[in-house]
């Protein structure tokens, strides 16, 4: 029973380690942790946010906007450029639009993530040692 359980867990992180490198991860999980600041200090009574029109929506829309850019780069790792770009566009755009970017923490784990997303490349095969042995 133990050793199912713990095979189950190796295979479990074996998965995830691979998912891991596969994708931007670390960009993505920034990006969101950026987004989920700026939206928590922009949270306020729904009354209040429909009463005060687009200056109270505005931290809702650019924190789920990048915590959305921040996902979506998981499913599909080919759009990190177009999604870390407009992550990082948001993220500077919540310093005007919400509460300082989430008094500065949002803005910054934003930049972070987006610059970490778009600067991530999948990992490259190593030529075969043959290959590297021909001079070439």
């Known amino acids: 029973m133990l050793t199912a359980g ?5 295979s479990g992180w074996s998965w995830f380690r691979a ?4 994708r931007p991860f670390w960009g993505s999980v920034w990006l969101v942790v950026g987004g989920w600041t700026v939206l928590k200090f922009s949270l306020g009574a729904i009354h209040l946010v429909t009463v005060t029109g687009f200056n109270a929506l505005s931290g809702y829309l650019v924190g789920g906007g ?3 850019c921040g996902l979506i ?3 599909l790792p080919r759009q990190r450029y177009t999604f870390g770009l407009i992550g990082t566009v948001l993220a500077v755009v919540s310093l005007v639009l919400s509460n300082l970017g989430g008094f500065l923490a949002g803005m910054l784990f934003g930049v972070l993530g987006g610059a970490m997303m778009v600067g ?5 095969r190593r030529r075969a040692v043959a290959d ?3 001079g070439q």
């Open 132 to 134: 590297a042995g021909s």
């Open 19 to 22: 998912f891991r490198r596969t």
């Open 66 to 68: 990048m915590m959305l």
């Open 120 to 124: 991530w490349g999948p990992r490259r």
């Open 6 to 10: 713990l095979n189950l867990a190796r």
């Open 73 to 75: 780069p998981l499913a």
